[in-house]
């Protein structure tokens, strides 16, 4: 076992390869003369090539590769012009509430979403299957900054049960002391439930909107998968043994449903990640996804390298943990590995 | 030697047009009248290529002109979709906005098509080195979130219309790529290309004679099944204020601009270019299911 998890950690190392190259390449196309820009609107050619012989700039291309790199490796993303600090400080202190967002959104799409495909492929052609796939079509056709937006008029201002899109806790309460940095966690850690109930309801319309989008396809996937698996011969043999129905579906069919499933999050994941920054956007939500906004709108640069570069590297764990847990949950793929 | 060549598809292919065309029109008939939807997706497409082709022309008001005294008007009979803050009357903002929106859609899945299918269809028919190297950058492509990607590709290039177009097909490459390398690969030693090869025929010309031809259909169902998500990207892009700039009436950025006065109850300046940009993502995607079911049968989910 753990040999293969090492074999599969090897085959990450591709991948960070490529993006690290990618985002290098990103750095340095930037529109104009990046030291000039650095520099600032008021300086001289002479400062201008100072900031450049500085920065590396006069290097050819590979030794400024080679010092991107070690730059990188000693957790170096440059400094924020706007907020004047680190950029790694700035995504680690943001990072926890972009990831509560997009976890819980996860959660719930999964709650939802995977009921509703085993219950579509059992009664097929049934009102609920009918419903899964107006769902489905639905979900991927509606822009998610516009879902939020409707959320927020509809439960807001019409119906006033949640509190105004404007961040991720009310100021008249203090975050609670920081374990997780997940505001939920660490206020039941703290044992405060009025506090919990207060984290709780800024995040249930931005966790809604993201889940309502990534619904479709798990939804989806999940009635494909259950259809082909209840077709096969083993969960004939199993019905024609005649074990109760529920049996059939949860233990035989569900289990080996679960696969193709499991290879869909990563689409998702994939999804969920670029719908998190206009989700941020519509509800203020203090995360890495409306730092990296904030930073394009005033073109600073650093920030939106180091946000495009965490995400990457993020995306690529997560698919790399999939990838984990698809050995987990089917042995077969331990053996052939 | 090419003479018999050239008569011998001519022979077999003769007869054949007549009765594909038939069978593919009642195919066709079959598909829309099982499924209705599909006709309703193509009434959408209609009305939007109207919208996008004749929109300056026929909105009742000039989308940038600015009237003060009519601000924050909710929908009336005088202006249909309302007005936003500067007086703008939205309903023309929405009609003119389906060319730009569109535009960029189209422009980038065009760009897309051409590059991920010409390497793609090399992939899929040279291998080899070639294979390597396109699969190499669309997995790289893939070790992305797409929207953050484009997002940093739209960044470091600049911030205008033409980078959105440039990054939205980027991140659409490797599907194409994809598509186009396994029909490619599976037509690479098919009889017919084995046929054109001992007729004397050069690999590109086999290429551009044989395989692209039988590739092209279904790549022109992956174009539609991606107009709809070039469209959400783009206006996704804009949304956040990259590329499209105010006061250009786009549906992204008309949400953004709408975004603010939702809190407070004017609903309508956000709505109605939200639903255009719905409509619009939800006709596509339709129409590419119901181009899919035409095509290609066999791959209805």
Redesign the interface.
């Known amino acids: 076992m753990l040999r293969q998890t090492g074999k599969r950690l090897i085959t990450a190392i ?3 390869i ?2 690290i ?3 290098f390449l ?2 340095r ?3 104009g003369d990046t030291a000039a820009y650095f520099a600032g609107p008021a300086a001289t050619p002479q400062a201008i090539a100072e900031v450049r012989a500085k920065l590396g700039l006069d290097q050819p291309l590979p030794k400024q590769f080679v010092r991107y790199v070690r730059d990188l490796a000693h957790g170096d993303f440059g400094t924020s012009l706007t907020t004047g600090q680190p950029v790694i400080s700035d995504i680690a202190s943001r990072l926890p509430a972009s990831a509560e967002l997009t976890l819980l959104g996860l959660v719930i799409a999964m709650a939802i979403a995977v009921p509703l495909g085993i219950l579509a492929a059992v009664r097929q052609g049934s009102l609920i299957d009918h419903a899964c796939r107006i769902v489905a ?2 979900g ?7 879902t939020g ?2 959320l ?2 509809a439960f ?2 019409l119906l006033g049960w949640a509190p ?2 404007l961040g991720r806790l009310d100021v008249f309460y203090t975050p609670p002391p920081q374990v997780t940095g997940f505001y939920l966690i660490d206020s039941l850690l703290a044992r405060d439930l009025a506090l919990f109930r207060a984290c709780l309801a800024p995040l249930i319309l931005p966790a809604a909107t993201l889940a309502i989008f990534s619904l479709a396809p798990i939804a ?1 996937m999940t009635r ?1 998968a259950m259809l082909s698996v209840l077709a096969s011969d083993f969960v004939r043999t199993a019905r024609a043994n005649g074990l109760a129905p529920h049996r059939v579906i949860v233990t035989y069919a569900f289990r080996n449903a679960m696969l193709p499933v499991v290879t869909t999050l990563g689409m998702v ?7 998190n ?2 989700v941020e ?2 509800f203020a939500w203090p995360g890495i996804g409306s730092y ?2 904030e930073a ?2 005033a073109s600073d ?1 650093a920030p ?2 180091g ?2 570069l965490t ?2 590297v993020l ?2 764990l997560l698919n790399l943990a999939i990838d984990l847990l698809y050995g987990v949950i089917d042995p077969r793929v331990r053996i052939e590995a | 030697m090419s003479g018999a060549m050239r008569m011998e598809p001519g022979a077999v292919a003769a007869p054949a047009p007549p009765a594909k065309q038939t069978s593919l029109l009642s195919h066709a008939r079959h598909v829309i009248g099982e499924n209705p939807v599909t006709g309703l997706a193509f009434g959408l497409f209609v009305l939007l290529a109207l919208c996008a082709l004749l929109g300056p022309a026929i909105a009742p008001y000039d989308p940038l002109a600015s009237d003060v005294a009519a601000k924050l008007q909710a929908p009336s009979l005088h202006h249909w979709f309302g007005t936003d803050e500067y007086g703008r009357d939205i309903l023309s903002r929405v009609m003119v906005a389906a060319r730009l929106d569109l535009g960029i859609a189209i422009f980038s899945v065009a760009l897309v098509f051409a590059l991920g299918g010409v390497s793609g269809v090399a992939a899929g028919f040279f291998g080899g080195w070639t294979d390597l190297i396109v699969g190499r950058i669309a997995d790289t492509i893939m070790a992305f979130p797409l929207f953050v990607l484009a997002m940093g590709i739209v960044a470091a290039l600049g911030n205008t219309v033409t980078n959105i177009v440039i990054a939205t097909a980027i991140i659409n490459f490797p599907l194409y790529a994809r598509v186009a390398r396994a029909e490619a690969n599976v037509r690479r030693d098919a009889g017919f290309v084995q046929a054109a090869r001992l007729s004397g025929n050069g690999e590109l010309r086999i290429v551009l004679t044989q395989v692209l031809p039988n590739v092209m259909p279904i790549m022109v169902v992956q174009m539609s099944l991606t107009m709809g998500y070039a469209i959400l990207n783009a206006a996704g892009l804009s949304f956040i204020g990259l590329g499209v700039r105010p006061p250009t009436p786009e549906w992204g950025i008309m949400v953004a601009e709408g975004a603010g006065n939702i809190i407070s109850g004017e609903w309508w300046i956000a709505l109605f270019p939200g639903a255009a940009l719905m409509l619009a993502v939800f006709c596509f995607n339709l129409l590419g299911d119901g181009l899919r079911d035409i095509v290609d049968p066999q791959r209805r989910t």
């Open positions: 591709p991948s960070l490529g993006v190259v990618v985002t990103l750095t196309v930037l529109p079509t639905a991927v056709s509606l822009p998610v900054f516009f937006l409707l927020v008029y807001y201002f105004a899109p989806r494909a994941f994939s999804f969920l990640l670029g719908a920054v206009l956007k519509v990296a906004v394009l709108i640069y939106v390298q946000f495009v995400m990457a995306y690529v």
